[in-house]
Nanobody
Framework: QVQLVESGGGLVQPGGSLRLSCAAS????????IGWFRQPPGKEREGASC????????YYADSVKGRFTISRDNAKNTVYLQMNNLKPEDTGVYYC??????????????????????WGQGTQVTVSS
């Protein structure tokens, strides 16, 4: 069973940047579509960004487009989320999710969790002055 460990969260001022990392062990992430989901305080988990197995399809929530970039390094078995121009509404626990369903509908990408999706323990991101 592949295990995921997220890191890189923290406290940052509005307009700042963070890079989240998700390191996998016990197996390879090469075969999985992966994503970053976040859970704001008191709200449900929502998809922020996802990446296909071949890296040719990405999904970004409207709220993060132009500010977040998802990537993976297969040699390091690690997934990243570069977050720039952070806003207070980006605050939440960020989870790296593997085996997500990334698909297009009328050309628009969508990303959802599957019953078999799995994730790490999460990393807290707090954007506040």
């Amino acid at each position: 069973q592949v295990q995921l460990v997220e890191s890189g969260g923290g406290l940052v001022q509005p307009g700042g940047s963070l890079r989240l990392s998700c390191a996998a062990s016990g197996g390879t992430l090469d075969y999985y579509a992966i994503g970053w989901f976040r859970q704001p305080p008191g709200k449900e988990r929502e998809g922020a960004s996802c990446l296909s197995t071949s890296d040719d399809l990405t999904y970004y929530a409207d709220s993060v487009k132009g500010r977040f970039t998802i990537s993976r390094d297969n040699a390091k078995n690690t997934v990243y989320l570069q977050m720039n121009n952070l806003k207070p509404e980006d605050t939440g626990v960020y989870y790296c999710e593997a085996d997500v369903d990334l698909y297009t509908d009328y050309g628009e990408p969508h990303c959802i969790l599957l019953r078999d999706s799995f994730w790490g323990q999460g990393t807290q991101v707090t954007v506040s002055s």
